[in-house]
T-cell receptor, first 118, second 114 residues
Framework: GAVVSQHPSWVICKSGTSVKIECRSL??????MFWYRQFPKQSLMLMAT?????????EQGVEKDKFLINHASLTLSTLTVTSAHPEDSSFYIC??????????????FGEGSRLTVL | AQSVAQPEDQVNVAEGNPLTVKCTYS??????LFWYVQYPNRGLQFLLK??????LVKGSYGFEAEFNKSQTSFHLKKPSALVSDSALYFC????????????FGKGTRLHILP
C-alpha cells in the first residue's frame, strides 16, 4: 500500500516553545491529509482536515491558532503546535488518502509523533 | 448520530485458537467499514474494508471480517491466532454525512497468549 512518512517520531520540548510535525506521502499525491490526536488508551480524535492549497478545516473544539496546519504541496502537510504546554503532550498521527475524494478508499497512516512538553 | 462501537476493551485468545473482535456500527445509508491495527507507538495499518459485494471480506495477515447488515455488525476474525497478532484493533466507518471523515471505535486490545 501507499506510504505515509511522519517526522519526527519523538519530540521533547520546553513549555512555551513551538513544535512542527511533518507528514509526507512518499509514493502518491494526497490532496487531503488528516491530523489526529490520540490520548493513552483512547481512540483517535480527528483534529483537522488539511487541504492542499487552502486553509485547513478544524473540528469543533480544536484551536486553530494553537494547532497550525499547512498543506503546501500534494505530498506534504505540517502541524505546528504553538506555545506548547504540558497538556498538549500526546501522540499525533497523520493520514492521507490516495487520489481524489473517493469515499471507498482507505486511509494510509503515518507512524505517529509522540510529543512530550516539559 | 453515526457511530462505531467496540464492546470489548480487551480480548484474550490462546495461540492457535480462532479469534473474534467485535464491532457494531450505526450510520445512515450504506456503510463503508474498515479495520485497522495499531502496534505500540506506531501509526495505524489498514487491514481490510467493506464497501459492497460479498459479506465476507478477506484482508491482510490472514484476517477477515463478516459484514452483517441485519445485525449492523462487522466483526474481525482470524481462524488461528498468532502471538504477533497482539495489538490494538480499531473498527471504523466512513461518516456518510461527510465524505472525508472516518469515525473510529475506541479500540480493542487483543492479547494472544502463547
Amino acid at each position: 500500500g501507499a506510504v505515509v512518512s511522519q517526522h519526527p517520531s519523538w519530540v521533547i520540548c520546553k513549555s512555551g516553545t513551538s513544535v512542527k510535525i511533518e507528514c509526507r506521502s512518499l509514493d502518491f499525491q494526497a490532496t487531503t491529509m488528516f491530523w489526529y490526536r490520540q490520548f493513552p488508551k483512547q481512540s483517535l480524535m480527528l483534529m483537522a482536515t488539511s487541504n492542499e492549497g487552502s486553509k485547513a478545516t478544524y473540528e469543533q473544539g480544536v484551536e486553530k491558532d494553537k494547532f497550525l496546519i499547512n498543506h503546501a504541496s500534494l505530498t506534504l502537510s505540517t502541524l505546528t503546535v504553538t506555545s506548547a504546554h504540558p497538556e498538549d503532550s500526546s501522540f499525533y498521527i497523520c493520514s492521507a488518502r490516495e487520489g481524489g475524494r473517493a469515499r471507498s478508499r482507505e486511509l494510509f497512516f503515518g507512524e505517529g509523533s509522540r510529543l512530550t512538553v516539559l | 448520530a453515526q457511530s462505531v462501537a467496540q464492546p470489548e476493551d480487551q480480548v484474550n485468545v490462546a495461540e492457535g485458537n480462532p479469534l473474534t473482535v467485535k464491532c457494531t456500527y450505526s450510520v445512515s445509508g450504506n456503510p463503508y467499514l474498515f479495520w485497522y491495527v495499531q502496534y505500540p507507538n506506531r501509526g495505524l495499518q489498514f487491514l481490510l474494508k467493506y464497501i459492497t459485494g460479498d459479506n465476507l471480506v478477506k484482508g491482510s495477515y490472514g484476517f477477515e471480517a463478516e459484514f452483517n447488515k441485519s445485525q449492523t455488525s462487522f466483526h474481525l476474525k482470524k481462524p488461528s491466532a498468532l502471538v504477533s497478532d497482539s495489538a490494538l484493533y480499531f473498527c471504523a466507518v466512513r461518516d456518510t454525512n461527510r465524505d472525508d471523515k472516518i469515525i473510529f471505535g475506541k479500540g480493542t486490545r487483543l492479547h494472544i497468549l502463547p
